[in-house]
């Protein structure tokens, strides 16, 4: 008569490597229970694949070593499901002489980690279970550094994105600024010229022609020399201007005079 899982199930302390058997001899599995408690593992027994797929679905296994034939679901099959719903959990079938040529094919296409020859050795059986453990916590570490490169990467992209943004932002602030800037100085620029304009004809009103060429002389050396420049400039211009568009008339009087 089959016992309950849970009723055969063993543990030693909370964070030790998790082993489950699976076998329908329930002396099998007390022999089993007995010899690797010593060894420190959390030992989890189940007499059939319904109860160790119950199992399963309740405690993190980390090796599960299950005999061949068991009742209602042989040992191919329960360890088939295993495969496809935790494929973390490395699997290893227990096989008479007969079974080898099945549990070779189902190591070469995946589904268990190796098998044991029944009946087998308690040394060789604790050595299988070392090499499957050390096997576990190697896959173990490779997804946790699988999982931090991930994460880097993320937090990488995650900050490149935001320099992105932020050089993108300051860009079009100077972009902006330049652009003020640069009406200013053409606002600048205007102001200027008009400035210009209304000191030129200020002075040849007052002074005439040559008594403003005079004065701005005398100020080239007391002010911005390109500004008494600017304005020399623009009251030659003006003469200039003034001599064009005088009368032909006024000319000949010139000229009689």
Request: hydrophobic share 45%.
């Amino acid at each position: 008569m089959n016992a309950p899982a849970e009723k055969l199930q063993s543990q030693t302390s909370p964070g030790t490597d998790t082993l489950l058997f699976v076998d329908h001899d329930r002396k099998a599995l007390t022999a089993l229970r007995r010899l690797l408690r010593p060894e420190g593992y959390r030992v989890l027994l189940a007499t059939g694949g319904l109860e160790a797929l119950a199992v399963l679905e309740k405690a993190q296994v980390d090796v599960l070593i299950s005999a061949m034939r068991l009742p209602r679901m042989n040992g191919t099959e329960f360890l088939a499901q295993a495969a496809e719903r935790w494929p973390h959990v490395l699997r290893v079938l227990v096989v008479q002489y007969s079974d080898m040529p099945s549990a070779a094919r189902l190591i070469k296409a995946g589904r268990i980690y190796r098998y044991l020859l029944k009946p087998w050795n308690d040394d060789d059986l604790k050595l299988l279970i070392a090499q499957a453990l050390e096997h576990r916590h190697l896959l173990k570490d490779k997804l946790h550094l699988l999982a931090a490169i991930r994460r880097q990467k993320h937090e990488l992209v995650r900050v490149s994105n935001e320099l992105e943004a932020k050089v993108q932002e300051r860009t079009a602030e100077l972009l902006r600024t330049a652009g003020v800037l640069r009406n200013e100085n053409q606002k600048l620029r205007e102001s200027y010229a008009s400035a210009v304009q209304v000191a030129v004809g200020v002075l040849a009103e007052s002074l005439g022609l040559e008594e403003a060429r005079a004065f701005l002389g005398k100020q080239e050396s007391q002010h911005d020399p390109a500004v008494v420049q600017a304005l020399l400039e623009n009251l030659e211009d003006d003469a200039a201007d003034n001599k064009d568009q005088r009368s032909e008339p006024e000319m000949k009087a010139d000229k009689q005079a």
